[in-house]
């Protein structure tokens, strides 16, 4: 029989594979070579590092993350290796969305937004249900998403980076963590920045230069952070100088751990050729999303509560839905 570890954290999960195999579920950061020597198959989230380290000489044919980033995964590694290794785009897309609508109902709050614009960066999975529900809210939106306009294939219309900055009230990231990708939101690119505008993070802590961020700070009036450099330490200056902080939760709402879940085993079922798998559903009469009900500052409250807590909150989140 098979071997396949799972972390731990992955929910909805357990029962699941233990007709073909071999199970063993351990913390994600705690799945080490050791363990994985003999596995045929990884079930994972952000905080397994799927790399050479981990990987090689061992079984493992397959990896699926419950997660719509893959930044974790050494993707070249793995494909130069015969790993096959799959993501679950679109997982929580409608949970970063509401995340990112509770945090301006707070800075609503405290001045008008009616007619605000928008700017939305990376209009994929998450950013374009952003940049749509913006426009359903009544906000002007802008979008800029350089590969997507390079493709030719979308019918969306795209803004310079530069002009989203200069023109945009809000500005919010929604693009994955490449290589290329690592400190995007730069000095250079808080410069231009219009003054007054609120800044939100929801995609990856890498994405962002932090020093440059809270040189930023004065410049904005609103500052709201999920993801975060080196978690689970997180940078107490960027902590205090945030209005609104929170321990990488933005996608834990319970629709999205069960489209990241079902996406997983699908993935796995589908590679072994296991039709009851390949076809799994977990059926559920959860919203999507419910933003006005979300209390955002409760999440805010728990983070600066115990910030050196992190994984702990993360990890025993009360999923939302």
């Known amino acids: 029989?098979?071997?396949?570890i799972i972390d731990s954290a992955v929910p909805y999960i357990r029962g699941?594979?233990?007709?073909?195999?071999?199970?063993?579920?351990?913390?994600?950061?705690?799945?080490?070579?050791?363990?994985?020597?003999?596995?045929?198959?990884?079930?994972?989230?952000?905080?397994?590092?799927?790399?050479?380290?981990?990987?090689?000489r061992s079984a493992v044919e397959v990896i699926a993350t419950a997660t719509i980033g893959y930044d974790h995964i050494d993707r070249e590694w793995c494909a130069s290796h015969g790993i096959k290794a799959f993501n679950a785009p679109g997982c929580n897309a409608d949970a970063v969305m509401e995340y990112v609508f509770a945090a301006l109902n707070v800075f609503g709050k405290r001045r008008p937004l009616?007619?605000?614009t928008l700017g939305v960066i990376g209009v994929g999975e998450v950013g374009h249900r952003v940049a749509?529900?913006?426009?359903?809210?009544?906000?002007?939106?802008?979008?800029n998403d350089p590969p997507l306009e390079a493709l030719g294939t979308s019918d969306r219309e795209f803004v310079p980076l530069d002009y989203l900055l200069e023109q945009s009230d809000i500005v919010t990231?929604?693009?994955?963590?490449?290589?290329?990708?690592?400190n995007f939101a730069s000095a250079a690119f808080?410069?231009?920045?219009?003054?007054?505008?609120?800044?939100?993070?929801?995609?990856?802590?890498?994405?962002?230069?932090?020093?440059a961020l809270l040189a930023a700070r004065p410049k904005l009036s609103g500052l709201a952070i999920d993801v975060w450099k080196g978690e689970p330490d997180i940078n107490p200056a960027l902590l205090a100088a945030a209005d609104i902080a929170t321990p990488h939760i933005a996608g834990y709402s319970i629709v999205g751990k069960i489209n990241g879940t079902m996406a997983s085993v699908r993935r796995i079922g589908e590679h072994?050729?296991?039709?009851?798998?390949?076809?799994?559903?977990?059926?559920?009469?959860?919203?999507?999303?419910?933003?006005?009900?979300?209390?955002?500052?409760?999440d805010d409250a728990a983070l600066r509560t115990a910030s050196d807590r992190f994984e702990q909150l993360r990890t025993e989140y009360h999923l939302r839905g």
């Open 272 to 298: 072994f050729g296991i039709p009851e798998l390949a076809n799994f559903k977990i059926e559920h009469s959860y919203k999507p999303y419910d933003i006005e009900s979300y209390d955002i500052m409760a």
């Open 190 to 211: 808080f410069e231009k920045i219009t003054p007054g505008a609120i800044f939100i993070n929801a995609s990856r802590g890498g994405i962002v230069d932090e020093d």
């Open 132 to 143: 749509d529900m913006g426009r359903e809210r009544g906000f002007k939106v802008l979008e």
């Open 16 to 56: 699941v594979f233990e007709p073909w195999f071999k199970v063993e579920y351990a913390p994600g950061a705690a799945i080490d070579a050791a363990m994985v020597r003999d596995a045929s198959a990884l079930v994972i989230r952000t905080r397994t590092k799927c790399n050479s380290a981990l990987l090689e």
């Open 1 to 4: 029989m098979k071997k396949i």
């Open 114 to 116: 009616a007619g605000a």
């Open 173 to 182: 990231i929604h693009i994955p963590l490449w290589q290329e990708n690592r």
